[in-house]
């Protein structure tokens, strides 16, 4: 039934509760998986800034330190500011690895075996649109909520605008 599915993550926990399920359907399917994780620009709730300043990010230690120091590989890597020479993209690029190898684990473990990622930059749904229309996707399983804060309530979250305008049908994960 399914032969392309697109998962979109950015190591939220619903972006990882839609991992394991898209990487379940592709193991009963035996269908291409692809991760997709769009750069985590300007993404920095309230919360993540009190945890960045609780396990002292905000102070600056370099990129290895401060990405070894986050758990399961969820944070949006605006809380990691430059330093120690790293650029933002290095970090950026440094945290989309991270997030993605945590996910193709976790697909892994739920049946996956044909497994792609893929880093984009640029407004996340339509990086995910784009992708899904380009690779041929014919299910997209997204988290309803990732990192977003208070705007997003009001402009419209990700996973709805995706749902919207999707070229094929879209799994909303909670």
Do not use: W
Request: proline share 5%.
């Amino acid at each position: 039934m399914f032969k392309t599915i697109l998962v979109p993550t950015d190591g939220s926990d619903h972006a990882n509760k839609a991992v394991r399920i898209a990487g379940d359907m592709a193991g009963k399917y035996d269908a291409d998986l692809i991760l997709l994780h769009v750069l985590l620009r300007g993404h920095l709730n309230e919360g993540l800034q009190q945890y960045a300043e609780v396990e002292g990010l905000a102070q600056g230690p370099v990129l290895s330190e401060a990405i070894a120091s986050i758990p399961s590989a969820r944070f949006p890597v605006a809380m990691v500011p430059e330093n120690g020479g790293e650029t933002k993209e290095a970090v950026l690029n440094a945290a989309a690895e991270l997030i993605l190898r945590a996910a193709q684990d976790a697909a892994r473990e739920q049946g996956a075996s044909r497994l792609r990622t893929l880093i984009e930059d640029g407004d996340p749904a339509q990086r995910i649109l784009q992708k899904a229309a380009s690779e041929g996707a014919d299910l997209i399983v997204i988290g309803s909520r990732g990192f977003s804060d208070l705007k997003g309530l009001i402009v419209g979250s990700v996973s709805h605008k995706v749902s919207h305008l999707a070229p094929c049908p879209v799994m909303s994960v909670r």
